[in-house]
């Protein structure tokens, strides 16, 4: 690489040997010359050469000067890395204290965790225990209920059956009445009353219709109406008759033949009434004669018109309750 002064000598030096040696042969001159276009054409590659030397420098200037502000800009970037390096560093230490205290914490919460999961879990046993047990009551309590379920329905069975048995007998009862009353139409009803009292059919006959006053003889009018009564209970097969024999308070008269007192007199009455009754044709399987004397007045007055009206036979009419009996005593 050549530089301006050093050839601008060399051209000088060339034309002063030209000059001075104008005698040199054409051979020099062409061979000077030869040497001036050699050191234009050298000049034209220096110049060349320069400018991409200067095109070269500027362009190294120019990376001089990027690489400066990108040592700048890095520079900067490192002073906030530097600090944001610390203060990752300083939350890194809180972070670190905050995990550190959050396992002692966890450390401590499981083993609280443990202790009341086991108070849980034996607490959950025992409430197993009692589900248990309220389950076993609840099933033996829906067994009794559903036993007294049919126990009700049985009973509910029966007593529905009781009172179809009961309805049927206060029926047959006032049928029996009925036919009763149509037979002794005839008679007195001062004398003689049919009346149902307690599901039975009470026929009541006074003394003055069966009896002379001490006597145990039935009457004619009387042996009439018990005849009537006997044929109304022929057909009667589930009816038991009973006969009563009632007196006054006042006793025996003494020298009686076969009588001691008022015991004697109303058994001796309701067995001859039942003597009539069986002649009449009335089963003796189905009559019993009873005397209950004065016991059982109807009227307590001491007065001679109270006294007649207890001086009386009370023939009781009780329909058959077998079928009723059965189902009491099965309940």
Same mark, same amino acid.
């Given at each position: 690489?050549?530089?301006?002064?050093?050839?601008?000598? !060399?051209?000088?030096?060339?034309?002063?040997?030209?000059?001075?040696?104008?005698?040199?042969?054409?051979?020099?001159?062409? !061979?000077?010359? !030869?040497?001036?276009?050699?050191?234009?054409?050298?000049?034209?590659?220096?110049?060349?050469?320069?400018? &991409?030397?200067?095109?070269?420098?500027?362009?190294?200037?120019?990376?001089?000067?990027?690489?400066? +502000?990108?040592?700048?800009?890095?520079? @900067?970037?490192?002073?906030?890395?530097?600090?944001?390096?610390?203060?990752?560093?300083?939350?890194?230490?809180?972070?670190?204290?905050?995990?550190?205290?959050?396992?002692?914490?966890?450390?401590?919460?499981?083993?609280?965790? @443990?202790?009341?999961?086991?108070?849980?879990?034996?607490?959950?046993?025992?409430?197993? +225990?009692?589900?248990?047990?309220? =389950?076993?009551?609840?099933?033996? =309590?829906?067994?009794?209920?559903?036993?007294?379920?049919?126990?009700?329905?049985?009973?509910?069975?029966?007593?529905?059956?009781?009172?179809?048995?009961?309805?049927?007998?206060?029926?047959?009862?006032?049928?029996?009445?009925?036919?009763?009353?149509?037979?002794?139409?005839? $008679?007195?009803?001062?004398?003689?009353?049919?009346?149902?009292?307690?599901?039975?059919?009470?026929?009541?006959?006074?003394?003055?219709?069966?009896?002379?006053?001490?006597?145990?003889?039935?009457?004619?009018?009387?042996?009439?109406?018990?005849?009537?009564?006997?044929?109304?209970?022929?057909?009667?097969?589930?009816?038991?008759?009973?006969?009563?024999?009632?007196?006054?308070?006042?006793?025996?008269?003494?020298?009686?033949?076969?009588?001691?007192?008022?015991?004697?007199?109303?058994?001796?009455?309701?067995?001859?009434?039942?003597?009539?009754?069986?002649?009449?044709?009335?089963?003796?399987? &189905?009559?019993?004669?009873?005397?209950? @004397? +004065?016991?059982?007045?109807?009227?307590?007055?001491?007065?001679?018109? @109270?006294?007649?009206?207890?001086?009386?036979?009370?023939?009781?009419?009780?329909?058959?309750?077998? +079928?009723? $009996?059965?189902?009491?005593?099965? =309940?």
């Amino acid at each position: 690489m050549f530089h301006k002064p050093l050839l601008r000598y !060399a051209g000088v030096a060339l034309l002063s040997t030209f000059l001075l040696g104008s005698c040199t042969t054409t051979k020099k001159y062409n !061979a000077v010359l !030869a040497q001036k276009v050699k050191l234009e054409r050298d000049k034209a590659d220096c110049q060349s050469a320069l400018s &991409k030397s200067k095109k070269e420098s500027a362009d190294l200037s120019k990376q001089v000067a990027d690489l400066t +502000e990108y040592r700048s800009q890095l520079a @900067a970037d490192t002073t906030l890395l530097g600090s944001t390096l610390r203060k990752t560093q300083s939350l890194y230490a809180d972070l670190s204290s905050t995990y550190d205290k959050l396992i002692k914490n966890h450390d401590r919460l499981m083993a609280n965790s @443990a202790l009341e999961s086991s108070k849980l879990s034996k607490d959950l046993s025992r409430r197993d +225990e009692e589900l248990n047990k309220l =389950n076993e009551t609840l099933s033996k =309590n829906r067994s009794q209920l559903d036993q007294l379920s049919k126990d009700l329905k049985t009973r509910e069975d029966r007593l529905n059956e009781l009172e179809r048995i009961l309805a049927e007998k206060d029926k047959a009862v006032n049928a029996l009445r009925t036919k009763v009353s149509n037979a002794l139409l005839g $008679f007195n009803s001062k004398d003689l009353s049919v009346n149902v009292r307690n599901g039975k059919v009470y026929v009541s006959l006074s003394e003055q219709l069966l009896f002379k006053s001490g006597s145990t003889k039935v009457d004619v009018k009387g042996q009439d109406a018990l005849r009537k009564l006997a044929t109304a209970l022929k057909d009667q097969q589930d009816v038991n008759v009973v006969v009563e024999g009632h007196t006054d308070d006042v006793p025996v008269a003494r020298g009686t033949a076969g009588m001691q007192d008022n015991w004697d007199l109303s058994v001796l009455r309701a067995t001859e009434i039942t003597r009539i009754l069986t002649t009449a044709g009335l089963a003796g399987t &189905k009559i019993t004669p009873s005397g209950r @004397a +004065e016991n059982v007045p109807l009227d307590v007055a001491k007065t001679a018109d @109270a006294r007649q009206k207890n001086r009386r036979t009370e023939i009781i009419l009780t329909p058959k309750l077998d +079928e009723l $009996f059965q189902i009491l005593e099965a =309940n």
